[in-house]
């Protein structure tokens, strides 16, 4: 639980609106996305979705979209299924749980697909 492969962290890229830059090799030996023309200058330049901006951007997509409440649900049916296997002293509490940067990123990537496979 809790990893991202790059597959997921493209897929909510793509779904906060974001580009998935894809690098190439200009003439003078920069680089920049082949899909909007960033020009990438940084090791990192695509969403890794452990950071607290990765959280917040999802948290924000999440409530602009108004799907907030349907998510929090699915969160803590996952969460009380993980309690009930091993309480985690620090993490007794739903919202310590759910206020961790790579589960929540995780928990958003799941629960998308989940909800992608809804009939």
């Known amino acids: ?12 890229t793509e779904y906060l609106g974001e ?4 690098l190439k ?16 200058r940084k ?3 695509n969403r890794v979705f452990t950071t607290p901006g990765d959280f917040f951007a ?11 409440d349907k998510f929090e649900s699915y969160a803590h ?17 739903f919202p310590n749980w759910l206020i961790n940067t790579p589960r929540f990123c ?3 990537n799941e629960w998308l697909k989940e909800k992608e496979d809804e009939p």
Do not use: Q
């Open 25 to 40: 090799e200009t003439e003078y030996g920069d680089f920049e996305c082949n899909k909007c023309g960033f020009e990438i």
């Open 19 to 22: 580009c998935w830059h894809e």
């Open 1 to 12: 639980m809790n990893d991202l492969n790059e597959e997921d962290r493209k897929w909510l």
């Open 106 to 108: 995780w928990l958003v």
């Open 43 to 45: 090791r990192v330049f």
């Open 77 to 93: 049916r996952e969460w009380w299924r993980t309690i009930k296997t091993i309480v985690l002293e620090p993490e007794k509490s």
């Open 58 to 68: 999802l948290k924000d997509k999440l409530a602009k979209k108004g799907e907030w």
